[in-house]
Every structure is written in C-alpha cells, then in structure tokens.
C-alpha cells in the first residue's frame, strides 16, 4: 500500500504539473486557438480509447505489472517529445503517443488499491489523500518557477514525476484476481449492464461541463489580473478542498451511499463553474475552489466504487478503464474542445455559463433516474458495495 499511495503521488504531481500550463504553453508557441482545443482534447480523446484498451489486455493477460511499466515508460518518453516539439504538426503525434501511454494508469491502480482494501472498500478515498498533496504541493512552487524560468518547468516535473513512478512500479509485486468464467463473456455482461450505462451518461454530462475549469482555471485567473506565481494557489486551495472530502468519505459512504456522493458534485460543479462566471475578483475564483474536492473528488469516489460493485471477478481494471474512458476520456476530450470554441467565439465569462448547463442536464437526468428508486447506503456485499446509483 505505501508504493500504491506514493503513485498516487507521482501521477498527480505530474497531472498538475502539466495539464493547467497546457493552454499557456501552446499559446506561447505561437498555435491558435482551435489548434490548442484540438491538442488539449487529445489526451482524454486518448483515454476514451485507451483506457479500456489497456484495462482489458491487462484483465484478459493477468500481465498488470507489465501493462503498468510500459505505460509509465512511454509517458515519460511522451513528455520529453512535448518539451521538443515546437509546432501543432510536430505536437499532434506525441501528444497522441503520450496520452495514449497515460490512459490506463490511474485505472489499474485504483483497481489494485480497492483489491488490496478487501472488505475495506469504503476507505478508498482515504488512500488517495497523499495524491491530493500532490497538487498542493506542486501548484505554487511550479508556478513560482514557472515565472523565474518560463513554461518549460511544469512540463519537466510531469517527465520527472512519470520516471518516478516507473520505477515504483518496477519493485511492486502486483496480485490479480481469477476470472469466474471466460474474459469475453465477463466482458459482454459488464457492457450490457444498463445500470452502468445510465450512471456513465450522467458522469459524462457532469465532466463534460466541469472540463471548462479544468482547462481555463489559470486562463480565467489572468483575466481577472492575478499574476503568474499566484495560480498555483488555486490547485492549492482546491486541494485544500479535497481533503476533507477524502477523510469524510467512508462515513459519507456508509450512511448516504453513493447517490449521495455524485449529487454532492453534480450541485458543487454547477455552483462553481457558474460562480466564476460571476466572479469579479480573483480572490472570488480562489474561494470557489474550496468546493473542488466536493465537485471533483466526489465524482471519483462514487465512479471507482460504482465501477468496482458492477465488475465480474477478475475484470476489475476494465472497468475502472470504462470509468475513467468516459470521466478522464470522452467527457473531457468533448468539453475541452467544445470549451475551447466557445470562448474563442463568445469569451470566459459565457464558456462557463454553457458549461454549468451542460452539468445542470446531467443533474437533472440523474434525478430523474432517482425519483423512483427507495434510498440505499453503503454495505458490506459481494464487492463491498451495493447498488445506490440505479
């Protein structure tokens, strides 16, 4: 478990290291503004394909170690190729490699996590506490140097942090559970499950919207007039946020269920993207990241123990992979590029707007899919959950 939750803290240290500076750094290069959606939507446009992909060939080859190692390798390599690549014709194809590469790493470690935690399920969240230090961490001093030696810093902690985490993985002794029966037929039930089905388009509505923070947090502090070493404050202030959350979940958990978690962040989101819409101050859009862990973090607890409680015996990463296809894939990949447009055509201020809608959609199918289903809250049962989410 100690190596488990030191990844947590390399993937994170390196996700916040790189993905809020993305826009700036293509900017600076001189790309416009569809070529940057296009770059920034690549990477969850990798994860949507890549994250199942490799879940899978991990699931049906028992080979996780091996799947977890490449992976790592090729983001490294990947980040490097960004760092000397100065054009969008350069950039397209290792940004495609590297994402690609990084796609199912968060999947397969939170599936050995929850395995490792056995009838301890419900204190997921809590493992994942030393990964939210990562941002709190990273956030201002990247950005402090970030204005000493320009953009080029977050992107060699990311390739740092990812050699790291090779070598975590390189001594971890990894155990898979057995399949119950064949993988294609485990597979094909895991899919046609239309309880999963419902749950994935309400996370993709809510991180298509939430993806406008994600990516124009800092873009959005500079319009306000806040300088360069003061927006890692806002990872820091949102990680400030989450881990409350991660220390509260097993409890939220257990007497709420997980229906409660995911409404919990479908209403933060909304209440933050439109308040930065509305926001007139920095210090406004600092506050409002204090609801980041109840927006962002609440999303992923509930969809690693919802993915967890609907997984056949021995498939547990593939579907996390599908999990995290859609959280970290498709919904991001959409609302980057859609985010992107849409402030190029109508600015920051409208983007957001649009954005908190889109998750207000999600909200409303959710309730709907709820108004006639008796509440239920975290038990112990097969995977240690039952099923609150419908």
């Given at each position: 478990m100690i190596r488990l939750r030191l990844s947590y803290l390399c993937f994170f240290v390196a996700m916040a290291s790189s993905m809020p500076f993305y826009a700036l750094v293509y900017q600076e290069r001189g790309l416009t503004g569809s070529q940057i959606g296009i770059l920034i939507a690549l990477p969850p446009l990798m994860t949507m394909v890549g994250a199942p992909l490799w879940t899978a060939i991990a699931d049906a080859t028992r080979q996780h170690k091996a799947v977890l190692l490449f992976a790592t390798g090729g983001a490294f390599l990947g980040m490097l190729g960004i760092i000397l690549t100065p054009t969008f014709a350069g950039l397209f194809p290792v940004v495609m490699l590297y994402a690609l590469c990084v796609a199912p790493i968060m999947s397969i470690i939170d599936n050995l996590v929850i395995a490792r935690?056995?009838?301890?399920?419900e204190a997921f969240g809590r493992q994942r506490i030393i990964g939210s230090a990562g941002p709190a961490i990273a956030g201002p001093l990247v950005t402090a140097l970030v204005g000493l030696f320009g953009l080029r810093v977050p992107l060699y902690t990311a390739m740092?942090?990812?050699?790291?985490?090779?070598?975590?993985?390189?001594?971890?002794?990894?155990?898979?559970?057995k399949l119950a029966g064949t993988f294609g037929g485990e597979l094909r039930a895991l899919l046609r499950n239309p309880r999963l089905r419902?749950?994935?388009l309400v996370v993709f509505l809510g991180m298509t919207g939430y993806s406008a923070m994600i990516v124009y947090l800092f873009v959005r502090m500079e319009e306000l007039g806040a300088p360069k070493w003061l927006l890692g404050f806002g990872l820091t202030l949102g990680t400030l946020g989450e881990i409350p959350f991660l220390l509260g979940s097993k409890r939220l958990l257990e007497r709420f269920g997980l229906r409660a978690t995911l409404l919990a962040s479908l209403v933060a989101m909304i209440v933050v993207l439109l308040g930065i819409s509305l926001a007139g101050s920095v210090a406004m859009v600092l506050l409002l990241q204090l609801l980041h862990g109840t927006?962002?973090?609440?999303m992923i607890i509930s969809?690693?123990?919802?993915a967890d409680e609907v997984a056949p015996p021995g498939l547990g990463a593939t579907a996390q992979g599908l999990f995290n296809a859609v959280f970290g894939g498709l919904a991001l990949a959409v609302g980057a590029f859609a985010s992107s447009v849409i402030r190029d055509r109508w600015g920051s201020v409208r983007m957001f707007q649009i954005s908190g809608l889109i998750v207000l959609l999600g909200l409303a199918i959710f309730l709907a899919s709820l108004a006639h289903q008796p509440r239920q809250t975290l038990k112990a049962g097969s995977h240690g959950y039952v099923d609150s989410v419908g």
């Open positions: 935690l056995g009838d301890r399920k740092l942090s990812f050699g790291l985490l090779f070598f975590l993985f390189q001594g971890m002794t990894i155990r898979v559970e419902r749950f994935l927006a962002f973090s609440g969809g690693v123990a919802y």
